[in-house]
T-cell receptor, first 111, second 114 residues
Framework: GESVGLHLPTLSVQEGDNSIINCAYSNSASDYFIWYKQESGKGPQFIIDIRSNMDKRQGQRVTVLLNKTVKHLSLQIAATQPGDSAVYFCAENMNDYKLSFGAGTTVTVRA | DAGVIQSPRHEVTEMGQEVTLRCKPISGHDYLFWYRQTMMRGLELLIYFNNNVPIDDSGMPEDRFSAKMPNASFSTLKIQPSEPRDSAVYFC????????????FGSGTRLTVV
């Protein structure tokens, strides 16, 4: 399954499939990008980050891709599990330690 | 570590009353952030502190909102007088310089103003 972030804020994916969550960021001067996961009733939780001098970074079952040319960020989740159901936010560093968050994409995993 | 601790978890108050939200950051963290989350506006940064000093309060909606950080282990966000449009989930987050930009968020305070 694939979303286009702000224009399609929900994503339904079959358990076991790969998920792709997209995000368009606004500031070409941002040097740091982060993905957060927020489960119902909880605060956002850090997933993975990437610096602007990188194109790709991998974590456990997650990969973040950065395309600075079109100011686009994506989060790929491999073998999506029911526990991956949540709202996913991208965030960009504005200055100092100040982050600006995107609107979020709701991911629902179908059994 | 117990993480970022916020209290209360839920607060229901009447319009015009004073509301105080509390936050204990992770020990050793020198940045503290207050965010507000609503369906309409998403996650908005209200104010952040570095070494207990307010650095940027440009997100504070109006004079009814104030925040303090009297020491490294405690911060408050006060709304006086509260209004129904202040109803939201308020999050506190902290991080440490050199640790990166991955904040640790608290569980939030759900505020309802009736």
């Amino acid at each position: 399954g694939e979303s286009v972030g702000l224009h399609l804020p929900t994503l339904s994916v079959q358990e076991g499939d790969n998920s792709i969550i997209n995000c368009a960021y606004s500031n070409s001067a941002s040097d740091y990008f982060i993905w957060y996961k927020q489960e119902s009733g909880k605060g956002p939780q850090f997933i993975i980050d990437i610096r602007s001098n990188m194109d790709k970074r991998q974590g456990q079952r997650v990969t973040v891709l950065l395309n600075k040319t079109v100011k686009h960020l994506s989060l790929q989740i491999a073998a999506t599990q029911p526990g991956d159901s949540a709202v996913y936010f991208c965030a960009e560093n504005m200055n100092d330690y100040k982050l600006s968050f995107g609107a979020g994409t709701t991911v629902t995993v179908r059994a | 570590d117990a993480g970022v601790i916020q209290s209360p978890r839920h607060e229901v108050t009447e319009m015009g009353q004073e509301v105080t939200l509390r936050c204990k950051p992770i020990s050793g963290h020198d940045y503290l952030f207050w965010y507000r989350q609503t369906m309409m506006r998403g996650l908005e940064l209200l104010i952040y502190f570095n070494n207990n000093v307010p650095i940027d309060d440009s997100g504070m909606p109006e004079d009814r909102f104030s925040a303090k950080m009297p020491n490294a282990s405690f911060s408050t966000l006060k709304i006086q007088p509260s209004e129904p449009r202040d109803s939201a989930v308020y999050f506190c987050a902290s991080t440490r310089r050199g640790q990166g930009y991955g904040y640790t968020f608290g569980s939030g305070t759900r505020l309802t103003v009736v």
